[in-house]
């Protein structure tokens, strides 16, 4: 009866856990980047008590929110065939950026809101772009001939960041922002 008991307390406690990371992921979704744990716990509707006994820190949150959503954004990075033309490569790596820059379009945003306060989404943001750089590379291998301030530069135009200030800022459509992607890359790799 005791291990019963044990297992009942056992999948309430993952159930809250879950219960916290989903409320984080919808107060991101909805543009609040920087919750705090009252807002956390007010959106799961359990107390802040609760929030604090599963995740005594608010980094040991992003990191469990970081592990839950990587999985659906990770599949967008990655090329399927990296042989065809250039032109075909370059489209196809313009595309997967942007499917998943807007899949992820809050969690980044709310990851550079949060860089000052968590070492963890730094260090993650850092890897993920090592990432990035390696797949760009290997889709468009003609770059590894370049300079290096030319690959730096493809690095920047196909980045989150770049995206963020066409999209967000100068308010250009999806349609856009490929072109612009495209055409930068082009003239980079031909040059």
């Not at 809250?16 to 705090?36: K, W």
């Not at 009252?38 to 949150?61: C, G, K, P, W, Y």
């Not at 090329?79 to 196809?92: F, M, N, T």
């Not at 850092?126 to 301030?149: G, V, Y």
Request: charge should be negative; proline fraction near 2%.
């Amino acid at each position: 009866m005791e291990e019963v008991k044990q297992d009942g307390r056992l999948k309430r406690s993952i159930r809250s856990r879950q219960t916290i990371i989903d409320a984080m992921l919808v107060l991101t979704e909805q543009g609040q980047y920087i919750p705090t744990a009252q807002q956390v716990a007010d959106q799961a509707n359990i107390s802040i008590r609760t929030v604090f006994r599963h995740f005594t820190e608010m980094e040991h949150l992003y990191k469990e929110l970081d592990d839950a959503v990587r999985p659906s954004y990770e599949k967008y990075f990655m090329i399927d065939d990296v042989s065809g033309p250039l032109d075909e490569r370059i489209e196809q790596l313009v595309q997967s950026r942007l499917n998943a820059y807007q899949e992820t379009f809050h969690i980044n945003k709310a990851s550079h809101a949060l860089f000052w306060r968590s070492a963890l989404l730094t260090e993650t943001y850092q890897k993920n772009q090592k990432l990035l750089r390696t797949l760009m590379l290997k889709a468009l291998p003609e770059l590894k001939d370049k300079h290096i301030n030319i690959i730096e530069m493809a690095d920047a135009i196909i980045s989150f960041e770049v995206f963020d200030r066409y999209f967000t800022y100068q308010q250009l459509s999806i349609e856009e922002c490929e072109r612009l992607f495209i055409a930068q890359l082009k003239q980079l790799v031909l040059d």
